[in-house]
């Protein structure tokens, strides 16, 4: 089982991310996906998780309607569409799946002028 | 929002020695309880889900009980490669919550 996030960076308050995170070696279609931010001062923070059929998608206040979670199960991947960054969005980015028992290495996310 | 708050913040032991990490929800979550360890430069490894069942790999020094809102992590005797921070996790309501961690130390 691998997840392998990418898409990290640094970016100006305001900007767009698009993090993307590639499964392999489990049933992605059958997982429900989600996206976990670190901070040294959060600590773990849930953003957010959609459903193995994308019916539903489940997000964090702080960040509804400025994220959106997607995924393309022929790429058995799953994104986390970022805009209008804060500086507060500065993290690192960690996928999860198989009900949190497989996580990627993270991203990280700097939003900085 | 359940807020998770885990007991110690840090606790120091030594090898050998059993450890009991504290975590108390603000309401009930019923058995919905995961725990985690992390490890410098790592992402969290899951080790306990449903408060009391242990993760696939996972030793069997590793134990956790409770229900409701007061939940413990037992490791039964300590080995060198415990000492890491461990987090504990809530998915009965959204937003799934995380506890602010206790950092397991070497004596």
């Known amino acids: 089982v691998l997840l392998v996030e990418s898409g990290g960076g640094l970016v100006q308050p305001g900007g767009s991310l698009r993090l993307s995170c590639a499964a392999s070696?489990?049933?992605?279609?059958?997982?429900?996906m989600t996206w976990i931010r670190q901070t040294p001062g959060k600590g773990l923070e849930w953003v957010a998780t959609?459903?193995?059929?994308?019916?539903?998608?489940f997000y964090l206040d702080s960040v509804k309607g400025r994220f959106a979670i997607s995924t393309d199960n022929a790429k058995n991947s799953v994104y986390l569409q970022m805009n209008s960054l804060r500086a507060e969005d500065t993290a690192v980015y960690y996928c999860?799946?198989?009900?949190?028992?497989?996580w990627g290495q993270g991203t990280l996310v700097t939003v900085s002028s | 929002e359940i807020v998770l708050t885990q007991s110690p913040a840090t606790l120091s032991l030594s090898p050998g020695e059993r450890a009991t990490l504290s975590c108390r929800a603000s309401?009930?979550?019923?058995?919905?309880l995961t725990w985690y360890q992390q490890k410098p430069g790592q992402a969290p490894r899951l080790l306990i889900y449903?408060?009391?069942n242990r993760a696939t790999g996972i030793p069997a020094r590793f134990s956790g009980s409770g229900s409701g809102t007061d939940f413990t992590l037992t490791i039964s005797s300590l080995e060198p490669e415990d000492f890491a921070v461990y987090y504990c996790?809530?998915?009965?309501?959204?937003?799934?919550?995380f506890g602010q961690g206790t950092n397991l130390e070497i004596k």
């Open positions: 449903d408060a009391s």
């Open positions: 070696g489990f049933m992605f279609s059958n997982s429900w």
């Open positions: 999860a799946g198989r009900n949190f028992e497989s």
């Open positions: 309401q009930s979550v019923n058995i919905y």
């Open positions: 959609i459903k193995e059929d994308g019916s539903e998608k």
């Open positions: 996790q809530q998915r009965s309501n959204w937003p799934i919550t």
